[in-house]
């Protein structure tokens, strides 16, 4: 089955402990990315990867991370979170430029 | 700056129409998207449409362009209860070279009412 994973699907942390969120996809696709989901505000891209080794800021990239070593996987990496990072969060893939992306499940962070 | 707006919340009852609607502000973006997001899941892409269209049917729904407005919406015909969820309006800008970069919508929350 074609999809986007993530894991964890809910974390709870405290300031300043380094956390990763996975995501994997299992459709080839070249381009991922990011997104986080707050009230009132839609979803924002935080980073996105066009491909292996190429990746650039989103509108809100500030206190992330993230790397692309391999096609498949693309993780998000908060080094220092902090309580404003609370948010669910989206991975998604897509063929390319325009074309449909595929959303992972979400991840609900909790930085307390 | 790139901006999409929609209304928050919409309610309709079941077997009537329900229309959402969205005004953004690029004129680069060559598609526009309807995602549909049930409570605690993921985004369901629910249907696009080309920015030289004005119109596009699949099934129940219905995606109507207006380029000169910049206004985009959503017709749900016969709504159903199964169709109460948020809906997301994004556009896909397209400036010296792709970012696939989607910019959202906040989101309308349709409840149907039985």
């Known amino acids: 089955e074609a999809q986007v994973t993530q894991n964890p699907r809910y974390l709870i942390t405290v300031t300043g402990k380094k956390l990763t969120v996975t995501c994997s996809q299992n459709?080839?696709?070249?381009?991922m990315s990011w997104y986080r989901q707050d009230p009132g505000l839609g979803l924002r891209q935080i980073y996105y990867s066009m491909n292996v080794e190429v990746t650039d800021k989103g509108d809100v990239p500030e206190g992330y991370k993230v790397s692309r070593k391999e096609k498949r996987n693309f993780p998000l990496i908060l080094e220092s979170p902090s309580p404003n990072q609370t948010s669910l969060y989206f991975c998604?893939?897509?063929?390319?430029?325009?074309?449909?992306?595929?959303f992972g499940p979400g991840t609900r962070l909790t930085v307390t | 700056g790139e901006d999409v707006e929609q209304s928050l919340f919409l309610s309709v009852r079941e077997g009537d129409s329900s229309v959402i609607n969205c005004t953004y502000t690029?004129?680069?973006?060559?598609?526009l998207y309807w995602y549909k997001q049930e409570p605690g899941a993921g985004l369901q892409l629910l249907t696009y449409i080309f920015s030289n269209m004005d119109m596009k049917q699949d099934q129940r729904l219905t995606v109507l362009l207006n380029k000169k407005d910049k206004h985009l919406s959503l017709r749900i015909a016969d709504t159903q209860t199964g169709d109460s969820a948020i809906y997301f309006c994004a556009e896909s800008p397209i400036y010296g070279g792709a970012t696939n970069k989607l910019i959202f919508g906040t989101g309308t929350l349709l409840a149907v009412q039985p």
């Open positions: 690029d004129s680069s973006s060559t598609y």
């Open positions: 998604a893939s897509s063929t390319g430029p325009g074309h449909e992306q595929y």
């Open positions: 459709m080839n696709h070249e381009y």
